[in-house]
């Protein structure tokens, strides 16, 4: 059922924000079974060069943007832009070697297109390995797995986020003024806990949820975009004006708190699993490692730029989303509500994954006439099951973090690596390539267990309570 599904000529694999579904899908679920096949020349609609920059730009700009100043605060003002390069150019580096051994298996088997469940499943077949070759259907259902969690993880951070901003949009409302340009801390009037707010967008999410069809979630695709893009430039507009002195802020953060950066950062990269559908859509595919560069090369800028004029603009009283540091004028409220609601309509996007890869499973196995039912059902309870692990991890930057640990370094940093060293290794491979395969997956693998283990360890036992007051600057 899952091989026969990822094969479907109309599935997507939109593994990170805000990729925009072009097509809908096969009507009904007993659809899921069918064999069509990709075509990668001359279809009608393929996409441009122009377009498919536009949808791997858009696919990486999400919650983890807004996190990224928190990320440099955890690294260091001169270490945290650097790492974020390093970080950058590495995961750049993994997204052409998952293409590249892609390529190769499509010329070796003679396919359209393989996936990236498809690539590693192959890439283990051909290891020289007789354990792994007989193992290798496991390829595919890791790289499943760890879809569904970074996906659902997304949708974790989601509930979080929303409810902080509209918490604290709420909580200023009476001390909201015209004036955007003082450095008064608002005192904030207390409504309901941030986990109130999750639960009040419950309902409201299972609705979304309820819309399976891809062209009817395009629609919120542009809403959330338009919506975005605006809050984006209104927030660089604020953080470019008077920059308080950084000779207070740190070069290098303690190193305790290094993972911390490392698992944000790496969940703003992990962009990796719209790679392939993004190069089989293209109407010249030869073009794409350079738009995959040129367009990493901007989204990289854009993260490094942000992290650091945000870190610069706030300094020590960075929250977990730059959002929650605006001011309390009326102008940056709407920046929130906006960035807010772009965020509530990516959630279906971000749902759409996990759901396609688990809801087949439950489905093929009742009666026709209950298909409907246990679709809506399983949906019901995976937004249920969001929410409840978002309230029982209401901090954003942790949340971020640990789902930047435990399951996008998997899909960014280890398993491309070791995908190249298995793929190519009966054919001969350089000594040099060996080595710096094993060192970025041993690295991520490094990240994977301490970035997961000090969110965990700083969700038992906080070293910091989060910051809740609002500023403009950072010395106020």
């Known amino acids: ?25 096969s009507e009904g679920l007993n659809n899921f079974s069918s064999q069509g096949s990709y075509q990668r020349f001359g279809e ?37 832009p650097l790492s974020l390069l390093v970080i950058g150019l590495v995961a750049v580096h993994c997204m052409g070697i998952l293409v590249k051994c892609a390529h ?31 193992h290798a259907h ?18 974790c951070v989601y509930f979080v986020f929303l409810a902080d901003n509209f918490k604290q949009v709420i909580e200023a409302a009476n001390g909201t003024t015209n ?12 409504t309901m806990d941030s986990r109130l707010y999750m639960l009040t967008f419950l309902p409201f999410l299972v609705l979304l949820v309820f819309v399976r069809n891809l062209r009817a979630l395009s629609i919120f695709s542009l809403l959330a975009n338009i919506t975005m893009l605006v809050s984006l430039v209104m927030l660089y507009q604020f ?8 000779s207070r802020l740190p070069l290098v953060a303690p190193w305790k708190t290094y993972p911390l950066f490392f698992g944000t950062a790496i969940f703003a990269f992990e962009g990796i699993g719209m790679v392939l559908p993004l190069e089989n859509k293209m109407k010249d595919p030869q073009k794409f490692p350079l738009i995959l560069y040129v367009g990493m090369a901007i989204i990289t800028a854009l993260y490094i730029s942000l992290g650091c004029l945000g870190y610069l603009q706030f300094g020590a009283n960075i929250q977990g989303s730059i959002t929650l540091n605006l001011p309390n004028c009326w102008l940056y409220q709407s920046v ?36 409907l039912v246990v679709d809506l059902f399983v949906r019901t309870m995976l937004v249920c099951m969001t929410c409840i692990l978002a309230i029982l991890i ?51 693998f490094v990240g994977f267990v301490v970035g997961t283990y000090e969110a965990l360890y700083e969700l038992i036992q906080p070293s910091n309570a989060p910051i809740v007051i609002n500023s403009t600057g950072a010395f106020v």
């Open 239 to 246: 953080i470019v004006q008077n920059i308080p002195d950084p």
């Open 336 to 371: 929130k509500l906006l960035y807010s609601v772009g965020i509530f309509f990516t959630y279906a996007l971000q749902f759409y994954v996990p759901a396609e890869i688990i809801i087949p499973f439950f489905v093929s196995r009742v009666p026709e006439h209950w298909e």
């Open 179 to 190: 004036n955007c340009h003082n450095n008064e801390t608002v005192i904030l009037t207390p």
């Open 394 to 444: 209401p901090r954003l930057d942790l949340v971020i973090s640990l789902v930047g640990s435990v399951s996008s370094s998997a899909l960014a940093l280890i398993i491309p690596p070791l995908l190249e060293i298995t793929t190519y290794y009966s054919e001969g491979m350089s000594p040099f390539t060996i080595a710096k395969d094993a060192l970025i997956s041993i690295l991520g």
């Open 138 to 155: 496991w390829g595919r259902h890791i790289v499943d797995f760890f879809l569904i969690v970074t996906q659902l993880g997304f949708c």
């Open 44 to 80: 009608s609609n393929s996409t441009t060069w122009f377009q498919t920059l536009i949808h791997l730009l858009k696919g990486n700009i999400g919650t983890g943007l807004l996190g990224l100043p928190l990320a440099v605060k955890n690294a260091g003002i001169l270490m945290g």
């Open 104 to 134: 190769h298996f499509c010329r070796r088997l003679n396919k359209p297109f393989v996936d990236y469940g498809d690539t590693v499943m192959y890439g283990l077949e051909s290891s020289p390995s007789s354990w792994l070759q007989n």
């Open 1 to 25: 059922m899952s091989t026969q599904r990822l094969r479907n000529e109309d599935y997507h694999d939109y593994s990170s924000t805000d990729v925009s579904p072009e097509e809908s899908p």
